[in-house]
Structures are given as C-alpha cells and as structure tokens.
C-alpha cells in the first residue's frame, strides 16, 4: 500500500483531538483546516469555554530606589528582581526589533495565538517524539510572565509555567482576549519590562544597566541583538559567565532574523556579526551592604532608614510584609541624609578616632522642627565582614573566640535596630531641669550646693553610699557653692541637680525623657522607669540609663524648635509606582510628625541655661564664672547651647549642642563593652566634633539667635548681662560620681 502525505485537515485533526487548536476556532480566528477536521472541536471548545478570559495582572516586583535628600544622588536600592519600567519610547528601536526576531516573527500578523506556530511546532514535536519546538508567541510568553509574577502560592507558580496542555490552553485563551485589549505596542512594553534577562536582571532596564551599564535607550544593535538572545536561556548564553560562543552565536542568530525581516541591511547585520562581544558589567547595589565603597559611612544611615521602614503601618500588617513592599514596591525614596554635611560629620569624627580604634566615636545631626536627620557618622566601615576586625573588649566573649566589632559592623550604633545605646552622663540633666520648669521652678532657683549630698534615695553599699542613702558627689571642689539653674547646668553641678529632681521627683524627670522620645531597651532601665519604681531613681538625673544619639539630638532639636517635638525622621518623600505620596490614614508617610511637648516658655528658658555650658552664655542669668564646654562657642562664633556627659570613670563621654537650625550629639563609648573606660583624655573629643562639624554645617547661612525667655521662669535673681564667661572660662570633667548600684536606688 502506498504511503500518501497527510493532508491538511489529516494533520490538524490530531491538535484538535488534543485541545491545542480548539482555542483559536473559538476565538473566531480564521483557520479553515480546524473546520476540515471536524472531529473533536466540541469536547475542545467546552474545556476551552471553562477558562478565565481576562487576565489579572498583578504588578511585577520593581525596584526601590534610595536616594539623598537632593532626590540625585543614589544611596542604595532594594530589590528581589532587580527592574524598573521602562516606556517603549524610551527604548532603542533595536531592541524591541531583536525581541520580535527572536521570539516570534509573526508577532505583527497573529491575533495573540499563531496557528501556523502551533501546527508547525506539533508535527515537530510528533517527528522529535519530544518538546523540540515551541509555539508561544511573545503575547502568550507575556501571559506566563503575568501568571507567574501575580501567583499567590507555589502551586500557582508551578501551574503558569508547567509544561502541560491545560497551561497552554489557558495561555491561548488569555493571549487572544489580551489582544483583543491592548495594542502590540503595550503588549511588547510589557514583555520587555518583564522577561528574564539573567544576573538577577528583569526588563529591559535592567539587563541594560546590568551587561552594558547604559539606559534602553541608547542600546546598539549588536547589544539589543545579545540581550534579546538572553530571553530564551539566560544561563546558557550568559556572556559574563562562559566563553562567549554561544551567546556569540545566539546573538548572531538573532542578526539574521532581523535581516530576514527587513529591519535591519545586510551591511548591518554583516558588520554588527562580526563585532566582538563588550560588556561593561555593573552590579546594582542591594540592600544597604551594598552602598558604595566609596560612601560606605551612609551604611549606617541606610541601616536606620530600613529599620524605620519595618516599622511604618503604611507598608504592611508586620514587618516581613514591610520587607516586601520595601522590596518590591518600586518606590523612590528620598531621604533626609545631607551628602556634604555627612562628608563634614565623617571627616571631624575620623580626625579624633580612626576606624580600628574600639572606641567607637560617632554623631547625628537633626534639623529642629522637622526631625529630619541630616547626618550619621561614625568611625565605623559598615560591613559584614569581620575576618580583620580587632579583639573582643569583653574577656568572656573573647575567650568564646569572638572578634571585636571594630572596625567593620553593621550594628546600629547610632540607632535604630534593637541596640540599646550607651549611659549618657550628665546630658540627662537636661530633663530633670525641665521638669523643674515644668512645675513652676524659675530659672534662679538656688541652693548651696555640697560637695557630697546625702540624697532622699536609698542604694546599695558603694563608694557613693552614706549608710543606706545614695550621696553623690561633685567631680570638683569648684562646683561646691550657691548654684542655679544657669550655673549648675553650666558647670554640670551633680549635688545641685539630685536636689533639684528631690524638689520635683524622678518620675517626673523619667517621664519627661518619655515625651522627648527615650525610650528604655535594657530589662533594669525598663524596670526602674515604671511607675512604682521611677519615683526613687534618683541616679536618673546624672545618666545612668542607656540612650541613643539618634535620640539624644532630637532631644535637643526639641528644645531648638522651642519645645516642638519631632519624631526623627530619615525621609523627606516616598513615592509609589504611580508617582504619588505614600499615605496612611489621608496623611503622608514622609510628612514630619510633630506635636508641642514641652510648653514654649519652658524650652526658652532651658535653652537660656543650656547656652551656659558653652561659653555662649546666657541671656537672662549669671552662669557662674566658667563653663564645661567653652570650646564649642569658640569654634563657631555663633549663637550655641548644649550639654556635655560623662558617666562614672569616664566610661562614655558626650556632648549634645544646638543652634535655633541645627542639632547633635556626639558621643566616644566601646559597644562591645559598655564597663570598657574611655578615659578622660577623651573626654572633650565629642565637644571639638560636635563644634565644628555644626560650624561647617551651617557655613553661610545667618547666624540666629535664641529667643530669650521672660516672665516668672526666669525668676528674681536674674543678671540681665548673661555673659560672664569672661570671670575665668574653664574645661571640667562634669562626671556624675555614680557606681552602677545606682541605677537601681530607691526613694523613701
């Protein structure tokens, strides 16, 4: 018997019998041989009915963008699946010609199924007794990429891109209803803001920052024509990884596809055929380890962007879904991080502690009324790598074999995270003094200050007990005498100070470090600072709790901004995909967050105490002859007020300063052993960073000045003068005298 060719409708009633062209009849696509074949189409067209025929399109993964507060300067980004969308316009012609060519020829002429494609590739697979040939045409390629980047669960994953007949059906019919509501110009967009280019490279944009570190748009042909090769096997013909014949020929492959469509002369494709391959890698920065080597110091303020991030309601119920909008939102984040001023921060704390120090010497600075933090130094390298780093400071933990975490880490030294801080000092005084104006205490409130004082609060057997009472020293005879306001906060009196909180009680000196945002991270500070406790935390006064320099300069910035608390803030805009503001609840995420929490005339007139610790002096009182801090006001010459802290034995060392624009806090401490003593040569290093990285900070702009307080705060014994830092200017050691049993004394 003689073998005759199939005809036409012999060879298509097998497709049909299999469902595979059942899809196109029903969709009234013209293809008379379906009709021929006769046998099968019902059972083929119910099953394809069944399908959904609109696709839900859920928006791909895209990448957040971090940038400084001038919305240029790139930081960092965040991604899964490195990509960014692209407008065809924005694209180099080439490329979207290469993607046609390589992918589906008949791309222009089809209906979003290509009969002719699925004939063709079912008798080869039929002859190959295997998948030796394809039949999805860029609209259907485009639907799996949907599927697959809108899939809830694995298993929907698995079903948008499993090699079955069921996913190439639901494909068809999705692929011709897409047709039938976008143009081939929006589809191909799509497309190429979705495929898979390899090296973590989805879209276009990618892949062209990624192999040629260029926009789309200034593609050239041989490297559209590579990048359009990529598509159909990324890791097989990755030119970065092999030896570049095969991604040479796909390439080339792809040329003479564009040839044979008329797209391209054949002097191009000769000449684009016979150029070499050129790469020119780059590896988009991810996450905040990978901020540049050059910049690696904004490490630190990425690190307390994204913790901040992980805690805002606006970007998901919990933190991991926080993550993931952070991670696939395709935001634009503009933060609040000054470049120059971060370069001043940097410089002034290097110049007093180099990075392998195990001092870890640092500063933040923050723009009062805002919260908007400017700068975060420290002599740090941000880094996950500690194969160099130095010895662990703690005996313990170095006998377990660890290292130091000096001079490379990615702890939080400046905050943020779940690092507790360091003991502060005498910067606390700062709200024990405005709890006493709180309470109607005028600013000249005086009492003869001892060298020891035999405090209210009991304590624990120690070099600063009397019996069962809590006696804190002075650290000099010098401060012994009649003390106010001005002068004990000036020279830092420890005996003024634990009278003065006796006068208005600790808690209320704890509760004011509350409303200025302190917040307590170690089990002993948490204990004391409830209610049946905080009343006789006497030791709170001179520093004992743990605080961060994050919180520490906007305690300050509250003050500068005349009592107007602002939470710190490291953004200044985020916006979504569709360019507008992030919101939660109707309200801007990155808008400010702000509320009056002290009343304006008592943050005037702490302020006009507070420019006595700098050799400023005050406005409205005498300041007692000399200062801790007359440094500060002689490298700015301008209007400054602060407060310096070390704790007991010098073992961290601060100073917190101010202007009406700007505010910092400067600390020298070892993190890896809060009992490690920085000693008292370091004991001044934060006032000169401080200075003068404020100097440089606000080099130009006008030199405010404070507004000074009057009325009943200010009290009787007012001078008016104020300036008489001239009756002999010192520096002192302003240490608080405690032991640790102090922080846990308690009150009668």
Request: aromatic share 8%; glycine share 10%.
């Amino acid at each position: 018997m003689t073998n005759r060719p199939l005809s036409a409708a012999g060879r298509i009633a097998p497709l049909i019998r299999a469902g595979l062209i059942a899809g196109v009849v029903v969709a009234g696509l013209a293809y008379p041989l379906a009709a021929m074949a006769g046998f099968g189409i019902k059972a083929g067209s119910d099953a394809l009915q069944s399908l959904p025929e609109e696709l839900s399109v859920v928006p791909s993964a895209q990448t957040t963008y971090v940038y400084a507060n001038d919305g240029k300067t790139l930081l960092t980004t965040f991604y899964e699946e490195h990509r960014k969308p692209t407008e065809l316009a924005d694209m180099s012609p080439y490329i979207t010609q290469a993607i046609v060519a390589s992918e589906d020829t008949r791309f222009y002429e089809h209906h979003g199924v290509d009969p002719k494609g699925v004939a063709r590739a079912f008798v080869a697979n039929q002859q190959a007794g295997g998948v030796s040939q394809g039949a999805s045409t860029l609209t259907m390629q485009y639907v799996r990429m949907a599927l697959r980047d809108g899939a809830k669960t694995p298993k929907e994953a698995l079903e948008a891109t499993e090699q079955t007949t069921a996913r190439k059906l639901r494909e068809m019919r999705l692929a011709i209803e897409v047709e039938k509501r976008h143009s081939k110009q929006e589809i191909l967009e799509r497309y190429l803001n979705s495929a898979y280019f390899g090296h973590r490279a989805y879209g276009v944009y990618a892949a062209s920052q990624v192999f040629f570190s260029k926009s789309p748009g200034k593609l050239t042909l041989t490297e559209a024509a590579l990048l359009a090769g990529l598509v159909k096997a990324p890791s097989a013909y990755d030119p970065a990884v092999h030896d570049q014949r095969a991604a040479t020929e796909r390439r080339n492959y792809v040329i003479d596809q564009m040839l044979k469509m008329g797209v391209i002369t054949t002097d191009q494709a000769t000449a684009a055929k016979k150029a070499k391959i050129v790469l020119k890698l780059s590896s988009p920065p991810n996450d905040c380890v990978s901020v540049s080597a050059k910049h690696n110091d904004w490490g630190f303020f990425c690190d307390y962007f994204r913790s901040w991030w992980l805690e805002q309601p606006a970007f998901g119920v919990d933190p991991a879904e926080r993550e993931e909008s952070l991670r696939r939102g395709g935001y634009k984040v503009v933060t609040t991080l000054d470049a120059r001023i971060q370069k001043s921060a940097m410089k002034n704390v290097l110049d007093k502690e180099e990075r392998k120090s195990k001092y870890a010497h640092g500063e933040v600075l923050i723009q009062p009324g805002t919260g908007q933090i400017k700068a975060m130094a420290v002599n740090r390298t941000y880094s996950l790598d500690q194969s160099g780093n130095g010895r662990h400071t703690d005996r313990a933990k170095r006998k377990d074999g660890l290292k130091g975490n000096y001079p490379n880490t990615v702890n939080p030294l400046l905050g943020g995270g779940d690092m507790a801080g360091y003991q502060a000092g005498s910067t606390f005084k700062i709200f024990t003094m405005l709890a006493a104006l709180e309470k109607g205490l005028p600013l000249s409130t005086s009492f003869n200050a001892p060298q020891q004082f035999r405090s209210k609060y009991f304590t624990s057997p120690g070099p600063s007990a009397c019996g069962k009472h809590w006696c804190p020293k002075n650290s000099s005879k010098s401060m012994s005498g009649r003390q106010t306001m001005w002068s004990g906060f000036g020279k830092s009196v420890n005996t003024y100070f634990v009278w003065l909180e006796q006068k208005v009680g600790s808690e209320k000196a704890v509760r004011m470090a509350e409303r200025l945002g302190l917040k307590w991270r170690t089990d002993i500070d948490r204990t004391m600072a409830t209610p049946d406790r905080a009343d006789g935390w006497g030791a709170f006064t001179l520093g004992v709790s743990d605080a961060t320099p994050v919180e520490m300069a906007n305690v300050f910035a509250t003050l500068a901004a005349q009592g107007k608390y602002c939470e710190p803030l490291p953004v200044r805009s985020i916006a979504g995909m569709d360019g507008k503001q992030a919101r939660y609840k109707g309200v801007e995420v990155a808008k400010p967050r702000c509320h009056q929490a002290v009343k304006r005339e008592v943050a005037l007139a702490a302020t006009d105490a507070a420019r006595c610790v700098t050799g400023y002096g005050a406005a409205k009182g005498e300041c007692g002859g000399w200062e801790t801090s007359p440094m500060v006001h002689a490298t700015m010459q301008r209007p400054v007020a602060g407060k310096s802290g070390t704790t007991d034995s010098n073992k961290t060392a601060w100073f917190c300063g101010f202007t009406p624009q700007l505010a910092a806090a400067g600390f020298v401490a070892d993190p890896d052993n809060p009992d490690n003593v920085v000693g008292s040569g370091r004991g001044t290093i934060s006032k000169f960073t401080v200075a003068e990285t404020l100097k440089e900070a606000l080099k130009g702009q006008p030199k405010a000045k404070f507004a000074a307080p009057s009325g009943k705060l200010v009290g009787s014994g007012r001078s008016g003068s104020g300036n008489d830092r001239r009756n002999g200017s010192r520096d002192s050691d302003d240490s608080d005298g405690s032991n640790g049993s102090n922080r846990r004394n308690r009150g009668r």
